[in-house]
């Protein structure tokens, strides 16, 4: 079995630093099993989050050579084999320790949002009718797993440090999917605007790039509901027939 | 005197999987203070990871269904050792309970009329299963977690409960550490609900994540409550076999319930060699038959890869035994078959209507299923057993403390069909949310032991006064585990039986002995020696409760006894700590079922 070459990330504070250890791999595992076998053999106080091991979970999100990823979900194979493989903790949130960040920012973020309100039932069993065509795009932003990679990489959390102006892009997503749930009733375009202050991202598409369920989260999240923001507040011609026509 | 924090509450909900959510949301809605406390973040406890579906008459894509078929269902699924009355009113309240979901903002793919979609899965008459893709699950606890959010419930995140508090009989509180910087909480509690989830971990190969120890069962046990049916554990048939290190990982049933079919290395589909008999006549005559049933044919029988998974998962062991597996010691689990039917748009239609499927062997297998089969084989996967409730309330023996979810009995009998599982947990986490906050109110709070408190205090602190000459708990977890595999797994007899039992005496040992280095902050190595307790009290329960049942039935296969016997069909299996704190097994009467039930079991056979 082939031996390969480990730097992680340990330690909190200012004592964070990287360590190296030596541990054998064999076929098909991913950074995740390698974290583990270390552990296992000569560093059990390692700290790391994990629970599905199949990319469903979104806990073990991580820096691997400076790559925002899921551990269970990287290859070992998929990575240069002629240097170690760093990995590192996500650098949006606060370390705690080794490989584990403070993300309860985000959920503190998530309830701020205003929740789901639906229209009242179509039927009388409580239920309502909804096409597949119409529920598709909804349930492209609910496929996200909260990894937190997204909100890693973007520049106005990770450079700006603007956590508390910036709802970021998981909440801008999370917000799509109740904007454009068939059935809610609530506006929150400018609870968005002024409070989440979705203005600030420049569209640079980043977070699109890392997210592991391949959410178009620019495309199809972030640009309609800035889209929106300004048929809203900005446009006199629409404002005009907004008066007259229903939303949504 | 230890250093602790103490919190107070009406209600506290162990768990957060969509047991302990809804559990939690429905006491808050009585007007009680609740706390909910869970080892992991928010929205990662072991529902997310549900794919299938979740079983429920609604009737939308067949209307010939009703609660009363899907009660049949799963008492023939379950063996008919199932808790008769929690299956009449699991088969009853799931429709409200997926609609409630809906309400809350959940998303389940269509029918062409727009109604909620269902699927086809094992051992349920008509397609039952609504759902999402193959990501069910996270659609479920992302709607309970969205919801509850705002319904006014403290969420206590990674924090570990480790023993329940006691005043008497009745349970009034537990005892916790929090994983970032190990420090210790005390919750004063009216009454409380274990949700918990399940004990995968005891094994080598599952589909389960570190925090299946079985924590709950192990607490709730150790507090005085009775344990029930734990020799029965789902192996489901198809986990992933290769690469290594991601065998056990799930494939759900929901390949074969879109037209998947098993083969072995001679290219049979072997599973239509032997139909059990409580599944003759109502299984495909023919491959042919076979597709028209899951291509939505009312007059189709259900394909024989749609057996339920104890007969599916044995069939597949003899396979391989008979030295007829695939490459890596599974069998082949095939959908890309199916363009045959479909042509061009089968990928398509495989990537929508499997996509995480799709994504999963692509990434960690380098395997296509849209045009290559997949190798699978068994790996442990749920418990049926658990703590035993009371039907209706869903209290266990001990006063004041409840269970509901995988970590209660009962719901599953002797084997659990697909889908029950996700519908198991609105239905019931709503019942023990309701009745634990009715019981907080009407009893008076009771008040924590301070010698009880100091005393799992330092237990819990003792692996740090072993340190680095302590015994590496990552180690003892690991041989438990291979030994759990060998000898309680999927074909058990006396002798093997017999020597686990022996074999966790000396583990128990061991795990008093496992030392942890380092701090307190965040240290896994500390938590796994603390998590070796349940790990070895479920595992005990489960190979004592093995060795006394000497049938095989459901997912409890014995070399030694092959066939199913009468007598053992009127019995659960109990399991209580008794007063020298051995653990105490016995074979209990079941309460005879009710008449109406009995005809609505007879009229469906
Ligand atoms: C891969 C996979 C796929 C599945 N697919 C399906 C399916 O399609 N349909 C279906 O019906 N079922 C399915 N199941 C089964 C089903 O998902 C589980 O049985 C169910 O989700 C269990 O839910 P729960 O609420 O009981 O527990 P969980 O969701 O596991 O939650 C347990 C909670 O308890 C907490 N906890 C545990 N111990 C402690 C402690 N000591 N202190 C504090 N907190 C603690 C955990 O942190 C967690 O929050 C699947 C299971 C797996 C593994
Ligand atoms: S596109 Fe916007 S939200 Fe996404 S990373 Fe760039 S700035 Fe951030
Ligand atoms: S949107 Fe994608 S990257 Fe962001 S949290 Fe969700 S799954 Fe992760
Ligand atoms: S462990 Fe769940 S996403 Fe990696």
């Known amino acids: 079995m082939a031996q390969r070459e480990f730097r992680i990330q340990r330690g909190s504070g200012d004592d964070a630093h990287l360590e190296t250890y030596t541990t054998d791999v064999g076929e098909g595992m991913v950074v995740l099993d390698a974290v583990h076998q270390i552990q296992a053999e000569s560093a059990p106080d390692l700290a790391c989050r994990w629970n599905c091991k199949a990319g469903k979970c979104g806990s073990c999100s991580a820096e691997v050579n400076g790559m925002p990823k899921l551990m269970c979900m990287t290859r070992l194979e998929d990575l240069p084999e002629d240097q170690p493989v760093t990995i590192e903790p996500i650098r949006a949130f606060p370390l ?70 910036f709802y970021g892009p998981r909440f801008y997503v999370y917000s799509a999917a109740l904007e454009m749930h068939p059935l809610d009733t609530e506006n929150r375009l400018e609870q968005l605007k002024d409070d989440g202050n979705i203005g600030y991202c420049n569209i640079t598409k980043c977070c699109t790039k890392v997210c592991p369920e391949h959410i178009t989260i620019t495309d199809n999240a972030i640009i309609p509901l800035k889209e929106r923001i300004v048929d809203e507040y900005y446009d006199p011609i629409t404002k005009l027939f907004k008066m007259f026509k229903p939303k949504k | 005197m230890s250093d602790y924090q103490t919190h107070e509450y009406d209600v506290i909900v162990i768990g957060a999987g969509g047991a302990g959510l809804r559990a939690a949301i429905e006491a808050s809605a009585a007007g009680v203070r609740v706390g909910l406390i869970c080892k992991s973040l928010l929205g990662k406890a072991h529902t997310v990871m549900a794919e299938g579906g979740m079983a429920a008459s609604l009737a939308n894509v067949d209307n010939r269904d009703n609660w009363q078929v899907h009660f049949a269902d799963t008492m023939r699924g379950g063996q008919y050792l199932n808790n008769w009355r929690m299956a009449e009113l699991h088969a009853q309240e799931a429709p409200d309970r997926v609609r409630e979901l809906e309400a809350w903002g959940a998303v389940f793919d269509r029918t062409k009329q727009g109604r909620i979609l269902q699927r086809n899965f094992g051992g349920h008459a008509y397609p039952r299963l609504a759902h999402v893709g193959d990501r069910t699950g996270l659609e479920m606890i992302r709607t309970l977690q969205d919801h509850g959010i705002h319904q006014g419930i403290n969420v206590h995140m990674e924090v570990t409960v480790i023993e329940l508090l006691k005043d008497g009989d009745r349970v009034c509180g537990a005892f916790a550490y929090e994983r970032e910087h190990g420090r210790f909480h005390v919750f004063k509690a009216g009454a409380i609900v274990m949700a918990t989830g399940g004990i995968g971990r005891a094994f080598k190969i599952t589909s389960n994540s570190w925090e299946y120890t079985g924590d709950g069962h192990a607490l709730a046990y150790h507090a005085g409550a009775e344990l029930m049916d734990m020799e029965f554990i789902q192996f ?134 849209t045009k290559q089969p997949m190798e699978v084989g068994p790996t442990t996967h749920y418990v049926m057993g658990g703590i035993r409730v009371d039907g209706d309330s869903q209290m266990s023996t001990v006063p004041g403390l409840f269970a509901a979810g995988e970590c209660a009995a009962g719901l599953h009998g002797a084997n659990r069909l697909g889908g029950n599982s996700l519908s198991d947990l609105v239905v019931f986490g709503k019942r023990a949310g309701e009745y ?103 595992s005990e329960a489960s190979a004592r409760s093995a060795h006394i049942r000497t049938e095989s039935r459901g997912a409890h296969t014995r070399l030694d006894f092959p066939d199913k016997s009468d007598e053992q069909a009127k019995v659960n299996t109990i399991i209580r700590k008794a007063p020298d704190g051995s653990m105490q097994v016995e074979q209990v009467n079941r309460a005879a079922i009710r008449e109406d039930l009995q005809k609505i079991i007879d009229e469906n056979k």
């Open chain 2, 436 to 538: 634990a906050a009715k019981w907080a109110k009407d009893n008076p709070a009771g008040s924590i032991n301070n010698d009880q408190v100091e005393a799992v205090a330092k237990w819990a602190l003792a692996p740090f006064d072993r340190g680095e000459s302590g015994e590496n708990p990552f180690k003892i977890q690991s041989d438990l585990q291979n030994m759990m595999q060998d000898k309680v797994g999927i074909v058990r007899e006396d002798k093997e039986l017999g020597e686990a039992v022996e074999g966790l005496g000396e583990f128990w040992k061991r795990a008093e002995k496992a030392g942890s280095d380092v701090n307190r902050d965040y240290n896994p190595g500390w938590h796994t020696a603390m998590d070796l307790k349940n790990l070895l009290t479920v």
């Open chain 2, 236 to 369: 489901h048939p198809t986990g992933m076999v290769w690469p290594p290190s991601v065998k056990g990982i799930l494939v759900t049933e929901g390949v074969r319930g879109e037209g998947g079919i098993l083969t072995n290395s001679e290219g049979k589909r072997f599973m239509f060699e032997e139909i059990p008999p409580l599944y003759q006549g109502s299984c495909a005559e023919d491959p042919e038959e076979g597709w028209r049933y899951v291509t939505g044919d009312k007059e189709a029988r259900r394909p024989p890869e749609l057996l339920t998974r104890d007969h599916v998962a044995r069939k597949i062991v003899k396979e391989v035994k008979a030295g007829r597996g695939s490459p890596h010691g599974g069998v082949f689990l095939n959908i890309a078959w199916i363009s045959e039917k479909l042509g061009a748009k089968s990928e398509e239609h495989i990537k929508k209507k499997l996509p995480s499927m799709y994504h999963q062997f692509k990434e960690l297998a380098g395997v296509d299923i």
């Open chain 1, 96 to 165: 705690m320790r080794d490989l584990v960040t403070d993300v309860s920012w985000n959920f503190r973020v998530k309830e701020k949002i205003k929740p789901f309100a639906p229209r009242k039932p179509d039927n009388e069993d409580g239920s309502w009718n909804m096409q597949q065509d119409d529920v598709e795009r909804v349930q492209e932003f609910r496929k996200c797993i909260e990894c937190f990679l997204c909100q890693d990489v973007c520049h106005v959390l990770r450079d700006h440090h603007l956590h508390d102006e």
